[in-house]
């Protein structure tokens, strides 16, 4: 009996198929994705669990790295995003704000947030939506909702998607904030003109400022809008205050 490979995927005949190891894919080495006898468009675990090697996801949390080229490559061969791995790898391209690859697995229903499957029972939902809000980019946001996610979903800590807009970075060149009086103050207001943009877009989605922070926090996550540097984001929250008045108990 002769195994047939290609690559980093041997097939023997009449035997099940295998993924290969995550740890095989890299940017500089991808592998072949048409072996003979796989099936790309499969439901199958061992076919989907190829995202977690497009995002190279492979704990709990993390790390948050994209692979661009290999995602590219799954989606072309076809195979199925809308689960919890497809979300898994649009979340990590969501939270490192990276616009180019983000876009590409959103066509795919369910992809933006699902629960984990029942081999991953013990990890988080999963949630592309409040990834891209703490990646802090206007632009991957308003893709993310385009497939009408829940806004309010809570997670498994019960904090919503909302609460990660004031602790996102700002989505401008360089990790932090830069050196100098003027370059700090360029970077904090572009930091409240996203916060503002992610936040006008949530509320238009539905989004409840009054709802918790989480079950440790139990305050309102408007509260969590009123810190320093913030002029344009509160200027949003109080809109849309001022145009919701909160009902009498």
């Not at 616009?99 to 229903?109: D, H, K, L, S």
């Not at 913030?230 to 009902?247: G, I, K, N, Y």
């Amino acid at each position: 009996m002769r195994a047939v490979c290609v690559l980093l995927l041997c097939l023997l005949p009449g035997a099940v198929l295998a993924a290969p190891p995550i740890s095989a894919f890299d940017e500089d080495r991808l592998i072949t994705l048409h072996p003979p006898g796989w099936d790309f468009h499969s439901k199958e675990d061992a076919n989907i669990r190829l995202w977690l090697s497009a995002a190279a996801v492979t704990e709990y949390e993390g790390p948050f790295v994209i692979r661009e080229k290999f995602l590219t490559q799954l989606l072309q061969s076809g195979v199925p995003a809308g689960n919890f791995y497809g979300c898994r790898a649009l979340a990590a391209a969501a939270h490192t704000r990276n616009i180019e690859a983000a876009p590409r697995p959103m066509t795919m229903p369910g992809t933006v947030q699902s629960p984990p499957t029942p081999e991953h029972r013990s990890w988080p939902d999963c949630d592309a939506l409040a990834e891209g809000l703490h990646g802090g980019s206007p632009a991957v946001v308003a893709l993310l909702l385009k497939q009408h996610p829940d806004v309010n979903k809570p997670d498994e800590s019960g904090s919503v998607p909302l609460a990660n807009i004031p602790n996102s970075p700002a989505y401008v060149p360089g990790d932090g904030p830069p050196h100098g009086v003027a370059a700090q103050a360029k970077w904090r207001l572009e930091r409240d003109r996203n916060m503002a943009a992610m936040l006008r877009l949530m509320l238009a989605a539905g989004a409840d400022p009054r709802r918790n922070q989480s079950r440790a926090n139990p305050f309102p996550v408007e509260k969590a809008f009123r810190y320093p540097n913030m002029a344009q984001t509160q200027q949003v929250l109080d809109a849309w205050l001022a145009s919701h008045p909160q009902r009498p108990h």
